[in-house]
């Protein structure tokens, strides 16, 4: 996955989740944030962020905060990319090399996936969250980036019950996968399988 144009500016506030100042070329922006999640540890005041331009005079801002840096680690904030992303890797055969069908937002009971795969003989429905909370190598969601990282846990912390949910679902069967990504300024690409801890 690729961003078109892409410029790097300075976090200044984010007076609500839809919306952040940053400083880009001497001059604070209004932008919008594609990450309604917290982020508190993420988008400190002077932190560096990557900001995707658009050229659209319908948008009420001309920049996306898409990414954050954080010590050497470079993070995506872009909510919509992990699913743009996963579509992406399930079309090169990274799942599955036998892959006939690829049906975004699938619906199913009550429930709808973000994504329905057919293989020849599987047939099989994928939920994708991206994860932005690290620490000391750890990831965890809700709100946790996905690379050289040690391990992926449930935030039973901040979260418990969305651990005890994810914990039952692997028991009924749901095979549970996380994968690292390679982060950069201007794209985002699945890299390797990453360990589960539940």
């Not at 400083?23 to 988008?43: F, P, S, W, Y």
């Not at 939920?127 to 935030?155: C, H, Q, S, W």
Request: charge should be positive.
């Amino acid at each position: 996955m690729q961003y078109k144009k892409v410029k790097k500016g300075i976090f200044k506030s984010r007076p609500n989740r839809f919306i952040a100042f940053v400083m880009i070329d001497g001059v604070v922006e209004t932008c919008h944030v594609k990450n309604t999640g917290r982020c508190k540890e993420l988008l400190i005041p002077g932190v560096t962020v990557y900001l995707e331009e658009h050229n659209n005079p319908k948008r009420k801002t001309k920049y996306s905060v898409i990414g954050v840096q954080k010590g050497s680690r470079m993070i995506n904030m872009d909510s919509q990319a992990p699913n743009k992303v996963v579509y992406e890797w399930l079309q090169s055969g990274g799942l599955f090399p036998d892959i006939k069908l690829i049906k975004p937002e699938k619906t199913y009971g009550n429930s709808r996936f973000d994504f329905y795969v057919e293989t020849r003989n599987k047939q099989i429905f994928i939920e994708v969250k991206g994860v932005t909370l690290e620490e000391d190598g750890i990831v965890r969601f809700p709100d946790a980036p996905m690379k050289d990282v040690k391990y992926f846990e449930p935030n039973d912390i901040t979260h418990p019950a969305f651990g005890e949910a994810l914990r039952e679902a692997e028991k009924k069967g749901v095979h549970i996968l996380a994968l690292d990504c390679d982060v950069e300024i201007n794209k985002l690409n699945i890299r390797k399988n990453v360990m589960v801890k539940l």
